[in-house]
């Protein structure tokens, strides 16, 4: 038995909420497998598109924090609903609970200072200009896609509520945390303080990895291997990557700021964080055979 975080992609959500109850569905199946397999699994999620979809609707009335904490609770809504449905298929009693996590991030973290995490809907360049002149958000063009609204996105320090987690594993419960990246908050004195920011998930998930000691780190995503030379002719997709390689291919700017490269970085501070740890970077479709070795990139010390 393996103790697995399975960290879902925006592929696994949707861009709405009717979208998001169909693909679930699909994501739920692949979850419930590793687990009638006995594995124990933990599971985390972004948040990007629905976190500025309810910032958005808001008007800005509501603070962004409170955005992120909405969004944790409709998102492990509709996955513990559809994980409970596909238990009850395989005949497992298990049972599945979201945790609304807060996650500690350093109030000096130099991330406030150049806001990079793209939340929210795409738009025009016209569409973009106009909702920054009447909110002051800030836009940047994303992969070619059109703008996107950007904030803050600082690195996790601690989860709060960590033996709260901790706990329901032990009581061989299947948790959903840290989704979105968590809730970012920062000490001030004997209080903590939410601040307008997004972490990112894969880093999140990894530091929630470390923390509940897990064997994987599983991240997600809708290629099936990570490839240096993407999209050129003499493109390689990569079966096993050690820590060394990996940081070697980043230093070449082989892996693109906006999706690949915080996977990589992520699954590199979770396999170096401890002899052991296997972080694998695989589609959801073929989770179960990564975990055979028969798909998805291994990143190992």
Avoid at 15 to 27: F, R
Avoid at 268 to 280: E, L, Q, V
Wanted: net charge neutral; glycine share 8%.
């Amino acid at each position: 038995m393996s103790r697995i975080v399975v960290a879902l992609g925006g592929n696994a959500l949707g861009n709405s909420p009717y979208e998001q109850m169909e693909l679930v569905k699909a994501t739920a199946k692949s979850i419930v497998d590793l687990i009638s397999q006995g594995n124990e699994v933990i599971v985390t999620h972004g948040n990007g598109p629905q976190v500025g979809m309810i910032n958005l609707v808001f008007n800005d009335e509501m603070p962004f924090p409170e955005c992120g904490a909405m969004s944790q609770g409709y998102i492990g809504y509709h996955l513990q609903n559809a994980i409970y449905h596909e238990l009850k298929k395989h005949k497992l009693t298990k049972s599945v609970a979201t945790v609304i996590t807060q996650v500690i991030v350093d109030k000096n973290d130099q991330a406030f200072n150049n806001p990079t995490k793209p939340i929210g809907a795409f738009y025009s360049k016209e569409e973009a200009d106009k909702i920054s002149l009447e909110k002051g958000y800030l836009f940047k063009e994303d992969a070619g896609r059109g703008y996107r609204r950007v904030v803050p996105s600082p690195l996790p320090v601690d989860v709060v509520e960590k033996d709260i987690i901790k706990s329901l594993i032990d009581a061989s419960h299947i948790v959903i945390t840290v989704g979105g990246g968590g809730i970012p908050v920062i000490k001030e004195k004997d209080k903590l303080e939410g601040v307008a920011a997004v972490i990112d998930k894969d880093f999140a998930s990894s530091k929630i990895a470390e923390i509940i000691d897990a064997d994987f780190l599983f991240i997600l995503t809708a290629v099936d291997q990570v490839a240096i030379n993407f999209n050129q002719p003499n493109q390689k997709t990569l079966d096993v990557l050690t820590v060394s390689d990996a940081k070697k291919y980043i230093a070449e700017g082989q892996f693109a700021k906006g999706s690949m490269l915080p996977k990589i970085e992520a699954a590199i501070s979770f396999a170096a964080s401890k002899s052991g740890r296997t972080a694998i970077i695989a589609s959801l479709e073929k989770a179960n055979l990564a975990l055979e070795g028969k798909s998805g990139t291994k990143i190992i010390l």
